[in-house]
């Protein structure tokens, strides 16, 4: 089966195609970042005006690519959680295609997708695995028995770990995007310089909580004159203070559950101290740790299509209905009713 999927949750304008037996066989992608940067943030209804601009050019390309439409068996499309408008822009799009082209039309969970993006790779994760998923909507950890098979064991109270990076870089006088600014400036800091909290560590439970430590990075710079060096060391040790957070959360998790595979997804995954620390966690318990490559942990259309192709390769699929959610917990998910083999 080959799955067209359609990724327009935020700022990312993104299509692939999942082979089931072959694997990715394209994908294209557009990034709204130079569009968004002027405002610090992204602008949603600037965010759904672009990409009703750029996402037919972007289809038109890779199909023309790759066989055009007649080689397209289904269509998956982030139907949630996201900006509202710009789910609907894709969600719009996936469903007139798929009803043109008489093929079945799916709406997949974007978390989901981020979850079972390291499938993707050569020598995917097996089954169960421990999963931290963290970006700058969502941290949580799960336990992933296989396909919609998820145990939420920790989530987040408040302020996602992305969206605390954000906001200190902000506080640091950063651009947007702020997390891999932060990262960056982080490298020149002297450690040792600032020490911050390590969030909900202290207890026992698997939530975490980061609004408190944009606090501490605001007291502690309180009064101080910001030069470059400052800011560069109240970036390294905010940057530590989010990294052994998650690490103590995961060897927590991994514990709790014996679990031999912690997964690691979503776009602070992309983060080079947190994947080093996690790598260095996963010798230390003898775990293996996995990660998608850093395309696939930002925002991306491959995790879509490989989830569509996962579920309808399984008979699901959706009616004519054009479906977009802002909020749609995890927990609702559920696995197909017949679930594909190794899933």
């Known amino acids: 089966m080959r799955v067209l999927g359609i990724e327009t949750s935020c700022d990312e304008t993104a299509v692939a195609l999942y082979d089931a037996d072959r694997g990715l066989l394209a994908q294209e992608l557009y990034s709204q970042v130079d569009l968004h940067a002027p405002y610090g943030g992204v602008v949603p209804e600037l965010a759904s005006r672009d990409h009703l601009r ?3 050019p972007l289809l038109r ?4 690519e790759n066989g055009g439409s007649q080689a397209v068996d289904g269509v998956a499309y982030t139907s949630g959680p996201g900006l509202v408008g710009a789910l609907l822009v894709g969600a719009a799009v996936a469903r007139s295609l798929a009803f043109a082209w008489q093929v079945p039309c799916l709406g997949v969970h974007h978390m989901e997708g981020h979850l079972l993006a390291p499938l993707l790779e050569a020598d995917p994760p097996q089954f169960p695995f421990v999963a931290l998923l963290v970006s700058g909507g969502h941290t ?21 770990a992305g969206e605390a990076f954000d906001k200190t870089a902000k ?12 990262a960056a400036l982080a490298e020149r800091g002297r450690r040792g310089a600032f020490r911050f909290p390590r969030p909900l560590t202290e207890r026992p ?10 606090t501490a990075v605001v007291v502690a710079l309180r009064n101080r004159v910001l030069d470059e060096q400052t800011r560069a060391d109240a970036a390294l040790a905010f940057e530590e203070a989010v990294v052994e957070t998650l690490a103590i959360k995961c060897a927590r998790a991994l514990g709790a559950t014996g679990a031999q595979t912690l997964v690691v997804a979503g776009g602070v995954g992309a983060n080079l101290r947190l994947r080093a620390r996690l790598l260095a966690l996963g010798q230390e318990l ?9 395309e ?21 699929h959706d009616d004519l209905a054009i479906r977009a959610r802002a909020r749609w917990p995890m927990s609702e998910l559920a696995p197909p009713a017949a679930a594909p083999a190794g899933a």
Not at 205 to 214: H, I, Q, T
Not at 286 to 294: D, F, N, Q, S, T
């Open 140 to 160: 949580l950890l799960a336990r992933v028995d296989g396909l919609g098979r998820y145990g939420i064991l920790g989530n987040t109270l408040d302020d996602a």
């Open 296 to 316: 696939y942990c930002t925002d991306n259309a491959a995790m879509i299509a490989l989830l569509g192709c996962l579920r309808l390769s399984a008979g699901e």
């Open 205 to 214: 439970g698997l939530d975490f909580s980061f609004s408190g430590l944009k």
């Open 286 to 294: 003898g775990v293996k740790v996995a990660y998608p490559r850093p």
């Open 54 to 56: 750029k996402l037919l």
């Open 171 to 182: 506080l640091l006088g950063l651009g947007y995007p702020g997390g891999p600014q932060l």
């Open 61 to 64: 390309k890779m199909l023309d």
